[in-house]
């Protein structure tokens, strides 16, 4: 199913999408990558607040290029969303709900996606360039020194997206797989 979603990722639009539907995003998301991710966890822990409020909060994994001359940002690809497993669920209890990136994700993220009702969005590895015409604003927000891995605060319209894994945990890279499989035989 295809859905145009207004952001913030809210709990009530989030249980409304289904591993497999295809996903417009329009509005504030924030990147950040594992740098980015420990720095945050280890200030939570230190009991500080983040540089940008969580709540209903949707991360792209990413680690842009510079922009070019007339450019909001350069290419804009997805990072292996593994990266950030150890961190993910410590985001979710702050209040992310959202997590844009490639590739499978650890049972503890998974689990966390439910008890939190988070969603996990897969954009097209590759597509870097075609991805950053999506993005209408980037500001950088926190951790300079990152560089590519800083913390920015980007503004999307109709960011192309499909949900990998949704608050009920149905995973498509385990239900395609299934489906492949039975079809080969």
Excluded: W
Aim: proline share 5%.
């Amino acid at each position: 199913m295809e859905k145009h979603i207004q952001l913030p990722l809210t709990e009530e639009k989030a249980k409304t999408l289904r591993a497999g539907d295809t996903v417009y995003l329009t509005g504030t998301i924030y990147t950040s990558r594992d740098a980015g991710h420990k720095r945050m966890c280890e200030a939570l822990e230190r009991g500080e607040e983040l540089p940008f409020n969580p709540q209903d909060a949707t991360i792209y994994y990413v680690g842009p290029t510079p922009a070019k001359p007339g450019q909001v940002i350069g290419s804009a690809g997805p990072t292996t969303s593994g990266r950030m497993d150890a961190y993910a669920p410590t985001m979710m209890s702050v209040g992310a709900r959202g997590m844009i990136g490639k590739g499978a994700r650890l049972p503890e993220v998974i689990e966390a996606m439910k008890k939190y009702n988070g969603v996990y969005f897969g954009a097209i590895g590759g597509a870097g360039a075609l991805l950053a015409k999506s993005i209408k604003k980037a500001e950088l927000v926190a951790y300079e020194d990152l560089g590519a891995e800083a913390l920015r605060e980007l503004y999307v319209e109709d960011m192309p997206l499909v949900v990998i894994i949704d608050t009920e945990g149905n995973n498509l890279y385990e239900e395609g797989r299934e489906a492949y499989l039975k079809q080969k035989k």
